[in-house]
């Protein structure tokens, strides 16, 4: 995997740029949206992390964020219920799922609203794997490649027609393809990773090479290892 700032660099705007959950949980109302009776009565929150306990009618998200000044890890936690107006949404989709969508161990964005240390889920948006590498080999289909991680592991990409491609950095970026795609560089895929590691991209943001490839990869390289 790319290092954490690498990673950052490369998801950039594209996971903003796809239509469906998040955008949904962004347009969720503010507290200034609403009326002053409803702004008194509850406070509408946000929070993102990763599923620790789950029930039928509770979730616990655990949160990882850095302390400005120290920049240590500090984990929290916060716990909402989950009842019939909660509304489950995977990333990228804009249809709506049941709560047993939900597992441990998922990454996820919710909106909640807490009234008296009463928090309740209002919005959950399952969040894509991520998986970051270099490219290290394309298929003749035409739809799917390879990238080799950090750690030397190997994971195979699917694409389709709902694939978003784009390439360059996060403030100087465009719409890029599978065709444009080079052996050599830099990914970040945010997709659905399936039971035999095969992740279906939803997102490629891609980091150009042009004449460098990485290491020991021949740019002209266009089989799968």
């Known amino acids: 995997m790319l290092n954490t700032v690498t990673a950052r660099a490369l998801l950039g705007v594209a996971a903003l740029g796809v239509a469906g959950g998040t955008t949904a949980l962004a347009a ?12 008194h009565r509850e406070h509408r929150d946000r929070a993102a992390g990763t599923i620790i306990k789950l029930s039928s009618s509770e ?10 000044k120290t920049k240590a890890a500090i984990k929290d936690d916060v716990t909402v219920e989950l009842d ?6 995977r990333f990228g989709s804009k249809d709506r799922l049941g709560l047993d969508a939900l597992k441990l ?14 928090k309740v889920a209002k919005r959950v948006v399952i969040r894509p794997d991520r998986r970051a590498g270099r490219v290290v080999g394309k298929d ?14 190997l ?16 403030r100087n970026h465009q719409a890029g393809s599978w065709a444009e795609l080079k052996v050599g560089d830099r990914v970040l895929v945010l997709g659905q990773e399936d039971t035999q590691h095969v992740v279906d991209a939803l997102v490629v943001r891609s980091a150009r ?17």
């Open 59 to 68: 979730m616990t998200v655990e949160r990882v964020h850095r302390d400005p």
């Open 155 to 170: 994971v195979h990409v699917t694409t389709s027609d709902k694939t978003r491609f784009v390439e360059g950095t996060v």
């Open 28 to 39: 969720s109302p503010s507290p200034s949206a609403a009326s002053p009776s409803a702004t």
């Open 84 to 89: 019939a107006s909660t509304a489950v949404y």
């Open 105 to 118: 161990g998922q990454d996820v964005a919710l909106g909640f609203t807490s009234s008296n240390n009463h």
């Open 209 to 225: 090479v042009d004449k460098v490839a990485a290491p020991g990869v021949s740019p002209s390289a266009t089989a799968t290892p």
């Open 140 to 153: 003749a289909d035409g739809k799917s490649f390879t990238i080799r991680t950090r750690n030397g592991a």
